[in-house]
């Protein structure tokens, strides 16, 4: 009697296994298999395998590699023997588990004592199963321990590294196989013994029995039963909340100084694309971090539509009109569309700066760090930190990348462990994750979405404070975030010192004369300090405001082009006389007026360079501020990337199996006679309609093959209710559910012949 097949077991499993295989498989579901024959055949294929393959732990693809041993895939193996190869101590319970989940995956079906595997496992296991190379017949009766224990300490390391590695290896001194008399080498000599194969004149093999009998009772080398051990340290959630929200202020600063920065002076693209060396170090110097970091706050801007490339003729990187919006909204929603961003990223900002196999460097921004598997890799590592309690963090980053390397020892590639620690990294630097601990807002970040994280960071961050503190050496010290209206005040007649907790700014003439310029008064700057300084004011920062003022403003401008004017003829004497008149072309057309061909706000720059003060006026004399709002281009918000198959829903699953059962059924249903309805052909169009008609009035079951939307066959067995309309109406035999078909979808029908006695 022959084995089962895949087809065959999946066809006696129960729905919930079916269903739990397309949970586990999604990209099996997609488009949806019609019965199991299609669902079996889907999960045989190479690249299906090889997917299921990177999500196994290690030793679950150890127990794979001793079923592979076993030539599971060829014949149904015995489980017990297969674990022979994983060695006497691997717990027998442990290899019944690891099989349970093969089975689970579809990639294993049978009983305990004929285990199958797909074909296509053995290329998902890799080419050397256990390490293993291919038996050779000229040991089949040879005492191969007893060969070995003669063997001089140059060739026993040779044929031990091939056994505790891959069993195949490069060498030049395989061009020629040498009487053992006549080798000089230890490779020659092991092959003139038969311990070694000749693959080619560049590779050998070590032959399976030399293998097993170096690696003694452990066949499979050292298979780790367990993950590595994760420690753990347990923080109060509110400490990790706050840590989060201090994190998260820090990083909105600076995206606001990259705004700023770009708004005045836009960088230029490479011509390979990116964002250059020579400009990331000068963002550093005006933000004062490192230059990863730099690299995260530019890759985030730009995932999130904040700065683009404007495309033109010199292409420069600009902030977009979206800026502007998210300038304007609250710190918590500001965060939000950065984290959701971050987590969507198809990038890897840690890549930034390092370089390739040709050394070239990795520029941010550019194609060469895009990864669209990092969204993925990502949420791996932020999951394990959500399976902990909150609060808990871990230890040391070294011991996450652990971990999930011996949960998916093939994902990730040879920057696995550099991703888990980047992500950390990152996620830290944007308050998602804190002291090694999920915070609330990036669980809900996680499970809920941008919206609820939002509201998960406004109440973690400190409550706006409505005062400030002045000292008597001209600086203000915000002992908190301040409310956005003094925060927009504060910054208006004063620069940021150095930031944190507590952010220090500095008062100067400088300053003062910004903000006089964006239209505040003396009286508006001294009721500002006396109402919102929980210090006394020092007497030196009111004479210093009353100084400004007071120079302030005598000078007036407004556009001819542009005009200058002033009520004392002596001022407007001195400016004409200066030299800095004859660049800007100043004209005098009445003893308090001068007029200028150039624009207003260069002849302000140039003038209060030479030592002068004026002010720019409206058309009703009120003081303006000319400031240049900075630079923006258009751009559509990006469309969230999705670079996974996200699982169905239980109830499309649900419907999945029972359209499979259906289809099962119908494949085994006898059919009578048979009506095609070819494409163009009328005849048989009138033919199947015909059938099915009289199948409804006589109330017999019809068998109907249909192609659905997506150009994917089926076939069901109804009982025909009603033809007409366009629509096929009948009855499931089997779940008594009423189905509606669309004639147009039908491509043969045929009625159903009773069972032979």
């Known amino acids: 009697m022959s084995s089962p097949t895949l087809t065959d077991w999946l066809r006696v499993q129960d729905d919930e296994t079916l269903a739990a295989v397309l949970r586990a498989r999604p990209d099996l579901a997609t488009p949806r298999p019609p019965d199991t024959t299609v669902l079996a055949t889907r999960a045989a294929t190479r690249a299906s395998v090889a997917r299921v393959a990177e999500g196994l732990d290690t030793f679950t693809l150890a127990v794979l590699d001793a079923l592979l041993a076993a030539n599971a ?22 290899v019944r588990a690891a099989v349970d989940r093969l089975r689970e995956l579809a990639v294993a079906w049978g009983p ?12 998902a296991g890799g080419l050397f199963p256990t390490g293993l190379g291919r038996p050779s017949p000229a040991l089949d009766w040879v005492d191969v321990p007893a060969s070995l224990a003669g063997l001089p300490d140059d060739e026993r390391k040779v044929l031990t590294t091939l056994a505790h590695g891959q069993p195949v290896g490069k060498t030049k001194d395989a061009a020629v196989v040498l009487p053992l008399d006549e080798a000089k080498t230890p490779v020659q000599r092991l092959l003139a013994r038969g311990l070694l194969m000749r693959v080619d004149a560049e590779t050998v093999e070590l032959p399976r029995q030399v293998g097993l009998a170096l690696r003694g009772t452990g066949p499979t080398g050292t298979v780790s039963i367990t993950e590595p051990p994760l420690r753990t340290k347990a923080h109060k959630a509110s400490i990790v909340d706050a840590t989060a929200a201090g994190a998260t202020l820090e990083i909105l600063r600076h995206t606001e100084t990259l705004l700023r920065l770009w708004s005045a002076e836009p960088p230029p693209v490479l011509k390979a694309g990116g964002f250059g060396v020579r400009d990331l170090r000068k963002l550093t110097r005006a933000m004062e971090i490192s230059e990863r970091e730099a690299t995260l706050i530019v890759e985030l801007a730009a995932a999130a539509s904040l700065v683009a490339d404007n495309e033109a003729a010199t292409p420069e990187w600009v902030p977009t ?145 409505d005062h ?41 003439e400088t300053s003062i004369r910004r903000a006089l310029d964006a239209g505040r008064t003396a009286g508006d700057l001294h009721e500002l300090f006396r109402t919102r300084s929980r210090t006394p004011v020092p007497q030196s920062l009111e004479y210093l405001i009353d100084d400004v003022a007071r120079r302030h403003g005598r000078l007036r401008g407004g556009a001819a082009t542009a005009f200058l004017r002033c009520d004392d003829p002596a001022l407007i004497a001195e400016v004409a006389a200066h030299p800095a008149a004859a660049s800007l072309q100043l004209r005098k057309i009445a003893p308090t007026v001068l007029v200028s061909p150039f624009p207003l706000l260069e002849i302000l720059d140039e003038l209060r360079a030479a030592g002068f003060a004026p002010a720019a006026e409206g058309a009703d004399g009120q003081v303006v501020d000319l400031r240049p709002t900075g630079r923006r281009v258009q751009v559509p918000l990006r469309a969230v990337r999705r670079t996974a198959t996200r699982p169905p829903d239980n109830d499309q699953v649900a419907d999945m199996v029972r359209a499979m059962r259906a289809g099962d059924r119908a494949a085994d249903t006898r059919r009578g006679r048979t009506v095609t309805a ?55 035999p089997a779940s008594a559910e009423i189905r509606r078909l669309p004639l147009h979808r039908i491509t043969s029908a045929a009625l159903v012949e009773p069972p032979p006695l």
């Open 73 to 94: 895939d060829r014949k149904p193996a015995d489980l017990a023997q297969a674990a022979t190869h994983l060695g006497d101590d691997v717990p027998a319970d442990r």
């Open 112 to 123: 305990d004592e004929a285990v199958a595997l797909v074909p296509a496992a053995r290329e």
């Open 321 to 465: 009109n979206h800026a502007d919006v998210w300038l304007t909204a609250t710190q918590a929603n500001q965060w939000a569309t950065l984290a959701s961003a971050w987590l969507d990223l198809p990038r890897l900002p840690g890549l930034g700066g390092l370089r390739d196999a040709k050394d070239r460097l990795l520029a941010p921004l550019s194609e060469d760090l895009r990864r669209p598997v990092a969204p993925l890799e990502r949420a791996r590592v932020l999951r394990v930190l959500a399976d902990l309690k909150a609060g808990t963090g871990i230890a040391e980053p070294d011991e996450l990348a652990a971990v999930l390397a011996w949960r998916a020892p093939r994902r990730g590639g040879r920057l696995r462990d550099e991703i888990v620690r980047w992500t950390l990294t990152e996620a830290t630097a944007l308050g998602v994750v804190a002291l090694g601990a999920l915070s609330g807002p990036g669980r809900a970040l996680l499970d809920e979405g941008a919206a609820a994280a939002a509201k998960r960071m406004a109440e973690a961050m400190p409550e706006p404070i």
């Open 468 to 508: 400030v503190l002045v000292q008597a050496d001209l600086t203000v010290v915000a002992p908190g975030p301040l409310e956005p209206h003094l925060a927009a005040l504060v910054n208006e007649v004063a620069d940021v010192e150095s930031a944190g907790s507590a952010t220090v700014y500095r008062v100067s």
């Open 678 to 732: 070819t494409a163009g052909a009328g005849a048989n169009t009138a033919e199947t309609m015909a059938l099915l008609q009289e199948a409804a009035r006589n109330h017999k079951s019809v068998w109907v093959g249909l192609v659905d939307a997506h150009g994917v066959a089926s076939q069901r067995v109804l009982e025909p209710l009603r033809v007409g309309g366009g629509i096929l109406e009948g009855r499931d």
